[in-house]
Structures are given as structure tokens and as C-alpha cells.
């Protein structure tokens, strides 16, 4: 079973930056897609970002296009989401996921592993 455990949450101003981290255990995690996804209260849980296995290519929602950055290390099973400019807009918990897929896709069921969720919390 793959853990999956997110650090980097907090409390910022608007236009602040975070970055948040995802440490995996597992041998699969160079061969599969990661991403981000983010629940709001009262809101349904949203993809945020997603990677491919090899960093190649990469997804955003649009909301956070030109914001935020999905990167990985595979060599150290991380994945990271650089998050600049934030808005109270952003404010949610974030949760790191792993796909069934080395490609990427925006759909929540493609990805069966999930973390326990990060709190990002952004004040105008």
C-alpha cells in the first residue's frame, strides 16, 4: 500500500507563496503519474495539477495556470506544488494523489492513492 504524506501547508497573505510536498513510499512511484487535488468547504474536491511519470508533461487546472507548478523527483519519490500569487480563493485542503497510469488525467478516478490533505489558508 502506498503512503502518501503532504507538508508545506500554512496560513499566508494574498500573493504569498507556499510550496507544498509530497513524500511517497512504494517502488512504483517513478512509473506512475502524481498530482494535486484541493477541497474547499462545502465544495466538491477539485484537480488542481498533475504530472506525468517522467516530469514531461504536465496538467493545470485552470484556475491556477500560471500560478502554480507541478514538479517531481523521482530519484527521492517527492513530488512538489509551487504555489505563487495565492488568492483566498485557494484557500482548501490539498491532497497529494497517485495514478493507476504513468499519464496524466484530470479525473479523480484515475487516481487510487490518496494522502490525509495539507491545509492551505489564504487571507485577503
Known amino acids: 500500500q502506498v503512503q502518501l504524506v503532504e507538508s508545506g501547508g500554512g496560513s499566508v497573505q494574498a500573493g504569498d507563496s507556499l510550496r507544498l510536498s509530497c513524500a511517497a513510499s512504494?517502488?512504483?512511484?517513478?512509473?506512475?503519474?502524481m498530482g494535486w487535488f484541493r477541497q474547499a468547504p462545502g465544495k466538491e474536491r477539485e484537480f488542481v495539477a498533475a504530472?506525468?511519470?517522467?516530469?514531461?508533461?504536465?496538467r493545470y487546472a485552470d484556475s491556477v495556470k500560471g500560478r502554480f507548478t507541478i514538479s517531481r523527483e523521482n530519484a527521492k519519490n517527492m513530488v512538489y506544488l509551487q504555489m505563487n500569487s495565492l488568492k483566498p480563493e485557494d484557500t482548501a485542503v490539498y491532497y497529494c494523489?497517485?495514478?493507476?497510469?504513468?499519464?496524466?488525467?484530470?479525473?479523480?478516478?484515475?487516481?487510487?492513492?490518496w494522502g490525509q490533505g495539507t491545509q492551505v489558508t489564504v487571507s485577503s
Open positions: 494523489v497517485q495514478g493507476a497510469w504513468p499519464y496524466i488525467s484530470t479525473n479523480r478516478s484515475e487516481y487510487n492513492s
Open positions: 512504494g517502488r512504483t512511484f517513478s512509473s506512475l503519474a
Open positions: 504530472i506525468s511519470w517522467s516530469g514531461a508533461t504536465t
